[in-house]
């Protein structure tokens, strides 16, 4: 009797000593690489996604680059062609473009249930977001990095050390349009609703960021349209990214305004920052979907 007390003693004691390296402590940083992966992936195997990606902002960058090549000059000495001026513009369209398409999967994730069970995951919901706006983010600049190689075909003056840059500033805006695609399609319960959305609220931000025409300086003989407008589009942080690329590609003529370079990374940075801080505060948020 002893012994088997003493035999159930020692099981005890061993369970209860293997029990901690039994517990698997989860990794955010590894359900960040899955989401961002599977968010890749998911991507370039529609190719109807990739084509509509980076199709349509070349298609009005050409047709629009054509059309108003003779009759549309910016700035007052005509220097800059609108083909030149609306390179930086199409960028972030695409940008824009690449970033709706890849947080719509949210919506389509809560129909399949799949969104369900990565919150209820041990992970923190940080961890959830920042892999699906990475994701997102490297989908955008891939297809960003593509249509950068056309600035050969225009003649663009434009070193390696701005090419950088550019990408670096694409990355950026990426993770602030990626993270806004995220907050307005958390609340979504269809797709047609965020495609309402993207025609009233993203495609005019897109319009009035300076990227189809300059913003209008502000003078003795500006009229109240022109100063409303000016304001408007100075409030826009898409504002800043087109600016600060349109720095880094030489399309920015002497006689126009545009916003501070230094100011240019600041707000876009900033605004990166306050959208996926807004992305991760509205998904630690219960939504009605998130019962379904």
């Keep these: 009797m002893s012994a088997l007390a003493t035999s159930n003693t020692k099981d005890h004691a061993a369970t209860k000593s293997a029990s901690p390296a039994t517990l698997v402590r989860p990794n955010p940083w590894l359900a960040v690489s899955m989401l961002c992966w599977r968010e890749i992936i998911r991507f370039f195997r529609q190719r109807n996604r990739v084509v509509g990606a980076i199709g349509q902002p070349v298609l009005f960058w050409l047709l629009f680059g054509a059309g108003f090549q003779r009759s549309f000059r910016v700035g007052e000495s005509g220097e800059t062609s609108f083909l030149a001026y609306y390179f930086p513009g199409t960028l972030m369209l695409i940008l824009l473009f690449t970033a709706i398409f890849a947080t719509i999967s949210i919506i389509e994730d809560r129909r399949e ?100 025409f300059p913003v209008p300086a502000l003078g003795a003989s500006a009229n109240w349209s022109e100063v409303a407008l000016h304001w408007v589009m100075l409030l826009n942080p898409l504002t800043y990214s087109v600016a600060g690329a349109r720095y880094l590609v030489g399309g920015v003529s002497g006689d126009m305004w545009s916003p501070a370079p230094a100011l240019c990374w600041v707000v876009t940075c900033v605004f990166a920052i306050v959208m996926f801080g807004a992305a991760w505060w509205i998904a630690g948020r219960r939504t009605t979907g998130d019962a379904i």
Excluded: Y
């Design 113 to 212: 249930g799949l969104l369900q069970g990565v919150l209820i995951a041990p992970c923190p919901r940080w961890s959830m977001v920042l892999g699906k706006v990475l994701g997102g983010t490297l989908i955008a600049l891939s297809q960003g990095l593509i249509f950068l190689a056309l600035a050969l075909v225009i003649q663009v003056s434009m070193s390696v050390a701005a090419a950088l840059w550019l990408t670096v500033l694409m990355f950026v805006a990426g993770i602030a349009l990626t993270s806004l695609g995220v907050v307005i399609a958390w609340r979504m319960d269809s797709t047609q609703g965020f495609h309402a959305i993207m025609s009233v609220v993203l495609l005019p931000m897109w319009l009035l960021s300076g990227a189809f």
